[in-house]
Every structure is written in structure tokens, then in C-alpha cells.
């Protein structure tokens, strides 16, 4: 219970958590958010690390001062395409023992069908689409290895895919997150931006099952 207090404190006031690792560690900022961008999209086992709210903080962070708004979209671009580039690989090798229904130590078979579901209707472009979907966004790229996608299409919509998804939630905290609305409600606008990150998947998700029980 201790840590999922933890976790939603985190998540709901990234502004002044940032502002302490910006206090304490420097420069050394940067190498902690590329690792944390990198392992929220490159490894199945931790789609809970916080992603378009950390962004969106970290550009209302730059626009203080805090950051440089330059380094920080490069470095997190970087971050975001490198993640799903080492998922891409992790998916080609684990791809005989999904084909062969074989449950894999921490990832959890009902998000991979969740993928699945998107595939099927966006087919490559769900690199793309799944890139501003929670936790689904950490599979996306994982089936793609796993269903052996060309790597030069896997890349093409890697690339578009990081550099909307890091670049419009950065710009959005950079030009939004600092008006006085904003900083006045800055939990409440983390948690809307998380509420309406989860809602499409989650709309899709019960359509699903509504369609199954028809």
C-alpha cells in the first residue's frame, strides 16, 4: 500500500520531484530521464514508469530555465527510439516460446492480446498510433519483433512515432505548463493527461469484450 502511495505521489507531483533531481544531481539529469525513457519504452517489464506526464513536466521544467529545451528533445528522442528499438529485438528473440503459448516470467499475456487487437486494425502504423497509449506503447514494438516485421518498416515508424510522441507532450509542458492555471492545478492537469492517455485503450478494450459476448 506504502508504494502505491509512493507511486501516485511521484506520478501527481512530477514538477517538484524533477525540481529536486535537477537540484541534486545536475547535468547528470539528462543520463536519468534518457534511462528512464528508455526503459518505459524498451523493456516489457516496466510500462509503469511514468511517460507522457513526465514528459509534459519535464517541458514546463525547461521552460523555467530548469533544462535546455534543445539537449532535453534530443536526448529524450534518442531515449524514446532506442527503447523500442531494443524491445524491436527483445520481441524477435522471445518469438518461439509466444508462438508456442508459452507464458514469459513478467509479461502479462492479456496486454500482448491487447496489442494484438491494434495490429490487427492499424496494422505498422500502430508503432506509431500506440506510442501515445500507456502501457500498450511498451508491447507495441515487442510484438513487432515477435511477429518478425520488416526491421526497416519497424524503424520508419519508430523514428515518426519517438519524435511526435516526445516532441508534442515537451512542447505542450514548454508553452502550457507554466501558465498560472496550470501551475496553480498542475496534479490535477498530470492526472487528466493520464486519465485521457488511458481512456482510448481502455474504450477499445471493452469494446473487445463487449463484441466477444455478443
Known amino acids: 500500500m506504502e508504494l502505491i502511495q509512493n507511486a501516485i505521489n511521484l506520478f501527481l507531483h512530477l514538477d517538484k520531484h524533477l525540481a529536486a533531481v535537477l537540484h541534486n544531481y545536475g547535468s547528470w539529469t539528462y543520463l536519468i530521464l534518457f534511462c528512464?525513457?528508455?526503459?518505459?519504452?524498451g523493456f516489457v517489464v516496466t510500462p509503469f514508469l511514468p511517460g507522457d506526464s513526465l514528459l509534459f513536466a519535464l517541458g514546463a521544467l525547461a521552460a523555467t530555465g530548469g533544462l535546455n529545451l534543445s539537449w532535453l528533445l534530443i536526448i529524450?528522442?534518442?531515449?524514446?527510439?532506442?527503447?523500442?528499438s531494443a524491445n524491436y529485438r527483445i520481441g524477435c528473440l522471445l518469438a518461439p516460446k509466444v508462438f508456442r503459448n508459452e507464458n514469459i516470467r513478467?509479461?502479462?499475456?492479456?496486454?500482448?492480446?491487447?496489442?494484438?487487437?491494434?495490429?490487427?486494425?492499424?496494422?505498422?502504423?500502430?508503432?506509431?498510433?500506440t506510442r501515445f497509449f500507456p502501457i500498450i506503447r511498451t508491447f507495441a514494438p515487442f510484438?513487432?519483433?515477435?511477429?518478425?516485421?520488416?526491421?526497416?518498416?519497424?524503424?520508419l515508424y519508430n523514428?515518426?512515432?519517438?519524435?511526435?510522441?516526445v516532441g508534442s507532450?515537451?512542447?505542450?509542458?514548454?508553452f502550457f505548463g507554466n501558465l498560472s492555471f496550470v501551475k496553480k492545478n498542475f496534479s490535477l492537469v498530470v492526472f487528466a493527461i493520464i486519465v485521457i492517455s488511458l481512456l482510448p485503450a481502455l474504450l477499445e478494450y471493452l469494446?473487445?469484450?463487449?463484441a466477444v459476448k455478443s
Open 76 to 84: 529524450l528522442i534518442v531515449a524514446a527510439i532506442g527503447g523500442n
Open 159 to 165: 523514428v515518426i512515432g519517438g519524435i511526435l510522441w
Open 207 to 210: 469494446r473487445q469484450r463487449k
Open 106 to 129: 513478467f509479461v502479462k499475456m492479456e496486454y500482448l492480446e491487447r496489442t494484438r487487437q491494434f495490429y490487427a486494425k492499424y496494422g505498422g502504423k500502430t508503432i506509431i498510433i
Open 143 to 155: 510484438l513487432a519483433g515477435v511477429g518478425n516485421m520488416t526491421y526497416w518498416k519497424f524503424a
Open 36 to 41: 528512464i525513457i528508455f526503459a518505459e519504452t
Open 169 to 174: 507532450f515537451v512542447l505542450a509542458g514548454y
